[in-house]
């Protein structure tokens, strides 16, 4: 096809001599050999131009036969133009488009009108690609059509950055959401996690409720494990470390595994004997060896084989220098293979980002192995992954092992008798359930208890006593005032009061949204009679100026106003039940 452009100027009007006479044929020669020589260098710019545009062009017939791409379109499609010349568009279908989506294409540019819109196109490797398109019939001088040009830009990268966008705004809000309903669902497990271990203590074992209690303290424990696991997509969990054995992780899970795999994949372990110790949250490694075997499994549709392996292992500074977030040490190994499909370089490169997925749209949340390299990190390890396509997969992590002495403190405190003391505690909890266990729980460890369901009956209580109240144990969030502006109330007649707070909230909201006075200790519901007695006496016991290291400390400052000591009535103090964006949670702007 030849394009030509023509323009009305001096040089396609014949001019006049002096004396009148018309321009002699040799004259007229020069000015054609000057019109020629300006359209081939018009013709010559215009082809430079669509051949070094960034965006992709394709002409086709009227039949829709391409008979011209340009050098981005091979870039963006990964097909040479020898593939393409003589065959439709239709190469690049990818099937996202139904057939009414071409056939009104076809009617908008065959009735000489330009279609503009968007593409999802299928590479020659097979990859998928979005690309905005606009198609514009050509005329010739009749007004007949005769060519069809579209102008393709790629917007690939842009489609994606909007989705991970869409995605992360659902996944806050949901977070949002999730913490609300744990705090209340938190409630409910520590009152039947409570009682349910009251019940197995107090009964001996032959009694015939024993085993039942037990078996209600486990499920409730198990729920606790499920709010948790929830929240670890929105980092609002809080990490329990203690001491485990990765291999009787494992061991115990293995049925589980092969349930979620089914039969048609065959499940192998080769546990390292006299594997080290680490120190890590049992429900989170559990949920690393969940996310990696579903992958693996989807990675198997037709069946292959998953193997689980442990191992100990010293990282030297040889290795560290080639694998730059490795610190050299002593590591368990847990390996998880699988032989899948694998993974391109290109997909490998991606792999941990959030709502990255390759599996199909509704799917697969992109969140799975995310959440394994949060988890992973948040340990203090490193993860790497060795894959090629059509061979598989493996996944090795690296937990640093516990040290002796680590061993031995953990030890201690599990085996150590929780001591109760006479001091007196004033409680303000305004479930019912969570507070009558919670009384009850105290005074059996000898301690004077003052029980109110929120801040004023609490303060009306403190006026009252004749004595001294050593601690304040309340829950973060109470339906009148906030559990800061009862601290600060109660310090005024009880200056050494000593403070620890309970919610059911993650402890990251608790810091994002909960600007305290001094640095408190902070007790995860449910708890447990033991945690609730331990946290007790380490708060009372330890010097009122510092800071309880085995708790979980608590920011000083309101957030966005650094310094600023935080005013106890601001609303923004008060956690609601079920936030519903945000921003409800964010102090107002001034």
């Known amino acids: 096809m030849t394009l030509t452009i023509a323009e009305r100027g001096d040089m396609d009007t014949p001019q006049e001599s002096l004396a009148g006479v018309s321009p002699s044929r040799s004259h007229a020669g020069g000015v054609e050999a000057r019109q020629g020589a300006w359209q081939q260098s018009v013709d010559s710019l215009l082809r430079v131009a669509i051949e070094q545009t960034t965006e992709g062009v394709i002409i086709t017939d009227v039949q829709g036969v391409i008979t ?68 514009t019939p050509v005329r010739d001088a009749d007004g007949h059509i005769t060519h069809y040009v579209s102008l393709q830009r790629d917007v690939t990268r842009e489609v994606q950055l909007e989705e991970q966008y869409r995605q992360s705004q ?35 074992s032959d ?38 054995n990765v291999n009787a992780l494992i061991i115990e899970m293995e049925i589980m595994l092969q349930r979620i795999i089914g ?15 680490i120190k890590a949250d049992p429900a989170q490694i559990e949920q690393v060896v969940v996310n990696l075997v579903v992958n693996a499994r989807d990675a198997m549709p037709h069946g292959g084989h998953l193997s689980i392996e442990t191992a100990n292992v010293v990282l030297d500074q040889h290795y560290v220098s080639t694998h730059l977030e490795a610190h050299p040490g002593d590591y368990v190994a847990l390996i998880v293979s699988d032989n899948g499909v694998g993974m391109t370089p290109e997909v490998k490169l991606h792999l941990f980002e959030p709502f990255f997925t390759t599996k199909g749209r509704g799917k697969g949340t992109g969140l799975g192995l995310a959440t394994v390299y949060g988890i992973v990190k948040q340990h203090g390890g490193s993860i790497w992954v060795y894959s090629e396509p059509n061979i598989g997969t493996t996944f090795k992590i690296y937990l640093p092992r516990l040290q002796e002495e680590e061993q031995f403190t953990a030890c201690g ?37 003052l029980s109110a369901e929120n801040g004023r009956e609490a303060l009306r209580l403190a006026r009252e ?15 009148d005032i906030s559990a800061i502006m009862l601290t600060e109330q109660l310090k005024r007649f009880h ?84 936030p519903h964006t945000p921003d409800m949670l964010r102090p107002p702007l001034k």
């Open 68 to 135: 011209y791409v340009n050098p981005a379109f091979e870039s963006m499609s990964g097909y040479r133009k020898s593939e393409v010349v003589g065959q439709t568009p239709r190469v690049l279908q990818s099937g996202e488009h139904e057939a009414a989506f071409y056939r009104q294409l076809w009617e908008t540019i065959s009735t000489g009108k330009v279609w503009r819109g968007r593409f999802v196109n299928r590479s020659r490797d097979g990859a998928r690609y979005v690309v905005d398109a606009t198609i």
């Open 170 to 204: 659902k996944m806050e809000v949901l977070g949002q959401l999730t913490a609300g309903i744990a705090h209340d669902f938190n409630n409910v497990l520590t009152a039947v996690n409570g009682y349910a271990e009251l019940m197995q203590t107090q009964l001996s």
């Open 207 to 244: 009694h015939p409720a024993h085993d039942m209690a037990l078996k209600l303290l486990r499920a409730g424990q198990r729920g606790a494990d499920l709010v948790r696991q929830l929240l670890v997509f929105s980092r609002k969990q809080v990490n329990r470390p203690q001491v485990l």
């Open 263 to 277: 039969e048609h994949i065959q499940l192998s372990t080769r546990l390292a004997q006299d594997l080290w110790l």
């Open 413 to 449: 405190e599990a085996t150590e008798r929780v001591c109760g003391g006479r001091e007196a505690i004033l409680l303000v909890e305004d479930d019912p359930s969570v507070r009558d266990l919670t009384e009850l729980i105290l005074r059996r460890h000898g301690y004077t208890v």
């Open 465 to 479: 006593h004749p004595g001294r109240i050593d601690l304040l144990l309340s829950d973060i969030v109470l339906p």
């Open 495 to 578: 200056p050494r009061l000593k403070i620890l707070y309970m919610s059911g909230y993650g402890y990251e909201v608790i810091a994002r949204y909960v600007p305290t006075i001094g640095h408190v200790t902070l007790l995860q519901k449910p708890f447990s009679s033991m945690d609730l007695a331990r946290q007790v006496r380490n708060v009372l016991d330890a010097p009122a100026a510092s800071d309880v290291r085995d708790g979980l400390s608590i920011p000083t400052r309101a957030p966005g106003h650094p310094g600023k000591k935080p005013d106890s009535h601001a609303p923004w103090h008060r956690l609601p039940r079920y």
